[in-house]
T-cell receptor
């Protein structure tokens, strides 16, 4: 069990460019979550997957954001036409899912995005 | 909607002092409650949790009791160490709804010798 990994750890981009982040969850974790954390704030939920299905999206997730988890393993989060307000830490978390129970989320180290 | 309110930081304490970080919540039902800790340069780690009223979560000398009557989940530790310096987040999770977490804004703790 190597934990949740995220790449890249840091990304600097110019306004208007597209960026893509990757998250590799703990193996065999069915659920995968994306959160966004801005400076001085707690993480805010963006979206989550159960296996390859995206089951919920926050209103924070504008049309410029898209997330995928094509084979139910790793996930990508893409931001198109980045804006300075997108600068934040993007966190990924995963959890297993058992019948009738919910399990804890394990967080990755995050990808820090800076839009200049 | 559901929300979590934490005391603002930073909180600065001397080593071996008593710690309290206040957390209150607003929720339409009966959430599970959590404290997460974020050490510098690291990801969020679950510190402790409580899933129903009057439950006490504990870990590494930290404790928090789920108080339904006051909608609170205050974090306490009897004797802090320099190594406890970190940002602490209180969070709630409602049953169903995909298990997503709602976090407070975080409280930075600095412990000095």
């Amino acid at each position: 069990d190597t934990g949740v990994s995220q790449n890249p750890r840091h990304k600097i981009t110019k306004r208007g460019q597209n960026v893509t982040f990757r998250c590799d969850p703990i193996s065999e974790h069915n659920r995968l979550y994306w959160y966004r954390q801005t400076l001085g704030q707690g993480p805010e939920f963006l979206t989550y997957f159960q296996n390859e299905a995206q089951l919920e999206k926050s209103r924070l997730l504008s049309d410029r954001f898209s997330a995928e988890r094509p084979k139910g393993s790793f996930s990508t989060l893409e931001i198109q036409r980045t804006e300075q307000g997108d600068s934040a830490m993007y966190l990924c978390a995963s959890s297993p899912l058992g019948q009738g129970q919910t399990y804890e989320q394990y967080f990755g180290p995050g990808t820090r995005l800076t839009v200049t | 909607g559901d929300s979590v309110t934490q005391m603002e930081g930073p909180v600065t304490l001397s080593e071996e002092a008593f710690l309290t970080i206040n957390c209150t919540y607003t929720a339409t039902g009966y959430p599970s409650l959590f404290w997460y800790v974020q050490y510098p340069g690291e990801g969020l780690q679950l510190l402790l949790k409580a899933t129903k009223a009057d439950d006490k979560g504990s870990n590494k000398g930290f404790e928090a009791t789920y108080r339904k009557e006051t909608t609170s989940f205050h974090l306490e530790k009897g004797s802090v160490q320099v190594s406890d310096s970190a940002v602490y987040f209180c969070a709630l999770r409602m049953a169903g709804g995909g298990n997503k977490l709602t976090f407070g804004t975080g409280t930075q703790l600095k412990v000095e010798l």
